[in-house]
């Protein structure tokens, strides 16, 4: 029977993961961790135990008490907070993720699943359909501990056999948790802005085309990979993609439905972060070896973000 662990329960991902895992494998399978007080879903759908990943004795005995035999490793300092603090989200970043890939060895855990990113990539990496294999040589912090992430997952795989697997998420858009210190958060800065009849300031330039995927497609994706066949599995680490979307194009997406939003523009230092990343990534690689495809376009995920962010302000 499944025993499944998520760190960083409470950040952007992690707050539906729980809910998914937990309709599927039931709630008194799911133990969620985090640095942060949970909101009721999740207390609702796990136990939840407080947890600072850096903090490795707390981790192995959690992993020990729980008899976990699968790891959702979801905690993570993004590019913006890491630009501003590179020292923080390394220690996190790295720390956590070592301190996760020990105790899963150590204690014999079945299978470690973590996100990537879109930040691996640099300017040298081809902007439009990124390869799967390319340079890798991120411009932020936060680009450097999730490559150095993905080397250390091969790592522990080849060397100790351990099942890790990893996919380089574009930018989530989702309706529930808001993302914290990331680039693309502007993305659902719009939408909440919209809905809220508030303008929106956006600090990325109009014309910027940067990957992105709704939050239904990224929960997918991630329980998909954790439950696909190793044997098919040619890789540690797949690219996923869904839209390729500039500011513009989701602001007409969403005017479309609230014709008096409006939104201007001030780029600032995360401009260039957004810069240095591609406008679209090739995901074949997941498609063939373990059926990824994703369900929403633009305007299917904008009507249905309105509506649900709608619903929970009503
Ligand atoms: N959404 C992340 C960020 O903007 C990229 O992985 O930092």
Redesign the pocket.
Known sequence: MKKILITGACGQIGSELVFALAQQYGSEHIFTTDIQRPPAIIREHSEFIYLNVVDKHSLARIVVEKDIDTIFHMAAI???T?EKDPKYAYDVNMTGLINVLEVARKKRVERVIT?S???VFGPDAPKNNTPNETPLNPT?M?GVT?VAGEKLLQYYYLKYGLDARSLR????ISSETA?G?????FAVDLYLHAVQNHPYACFISEDTPLPFMYMPDAIDAIIKLAGADNRRLQRRVYNVHAMSLTPREIVASIQHHLPEFRCTYAPDFRQA?ADS?PNGIDDSAAREEWGWSPAYDLPMMTRDMIERIRRRQS
């Open positions: 993004l590019s913006a890491g996100p990113s879109i930040a932020t936060y999730k998420y574009p930018g989530i993302p210190g990331g680039t693309t958060d972060i990343w």
